[in-house]
């Protein structure tokens, strides 16, 4: 079936290093969120991407939408360890909410 | 605000035995979602809602009922519960379908455990 996919599946960086997670989709997607989830906790929602080649940043996090909306990327610069966690894409296909299977970041101080 | 809150946050079933999952929200929010996490497969939707005494169902529907009768409140129930139904069941909300783009709010989670 249509799904969205993510990786890599974990990620383990050096506090300071770059991370980089990539999300997938076997369809055009309307719209594309990412959410954190810390270890332990729940789906904070971080943002939205709706327009083809859109490229969002919050501080550090850095978030674009593929040219043909099939694609998507979350880029953190000099990771912190306040950004461990597992990292989720989103999309809709048809009436269901997909979300990809998550990047598990993990820092070393 | 108190947000989402789901209750409970832990409970063992033996297979067999049901139970329901109660999520409310305080917010005011339309659309209402119950979602399913297991290891290495993120989160999959199990039924939503858009309104009051409305639900559909989503990826994953088996095994479950859904009912939506107050606004702030949307009831998981699983009937007869089996193993492959041990999970992490989070409730969800937003202002508008998210499909749409618009932010989910999540509960903190239920860890069902089914022996």
């Known amino acids: 079936g249509q799904q969205v996919m993510q990786i890599p599946q974990y990620q383990h960086v050096q506090e300071g290093e770059d991370f980089t997670t990539y999300c997938n989709s076997s369809?055009?997607?309307?719209?594309i969120q990412w959410y954190k989830q810390r270890p332990g906790g729940h789906p904070v929602f971080l943002i939205q991407?709706?327009?083809?080649?859109e490229v969002k940043k919050q501080k550090r996090l850095t978030f674009q939408f593929g040219e043909a909306k099939k694609n998507s990327s979350l880029h953190i610069t000099a990771t912190q360890t306040t950004d461990v966690g597992t990292y989720f894409c989103a999309g809709p296909i048809g009436n269901d909410m997909r979300f990809g299977a998550g990047t598990r970041l993990t820092v070393k101080p | 605000n108190a947000g989402v809150t789901q209750t409970p946050k832990f409970r063992v079933l033996k297979t067999g035995q049901s139970m329901t999952l109660l999520c409310a929200q305080d917010m005011n929010h339309e659309y209402m979602y119950w979602y399913r996490q297991d290891p290495g497969m993120g989160l999959r939707l199990i039924h939503y809602s858009v309104g009051e005494g409305t639900t559909a169902k989503g990826e994953v529907p088996d095994g479950y009922n859904v009912s939506r009768l107050k606004k702030q409140n949307f009831l998981l129930g699983l009937e007869s519960a089996a193993p492959s139904q041990t999970s992490v069941y989070f409730c969800a909300s937003s202002y508008k379908w998210t499909g749409g783009g618009n932010e989910q709010f999540f509960g903190p989670g239920t860890r069902l455990t089914v022996l």
């Open positions: 369809t055009t997607l309307s719209n």
């Open positions: 991407l709706v327009k083809s080649g």
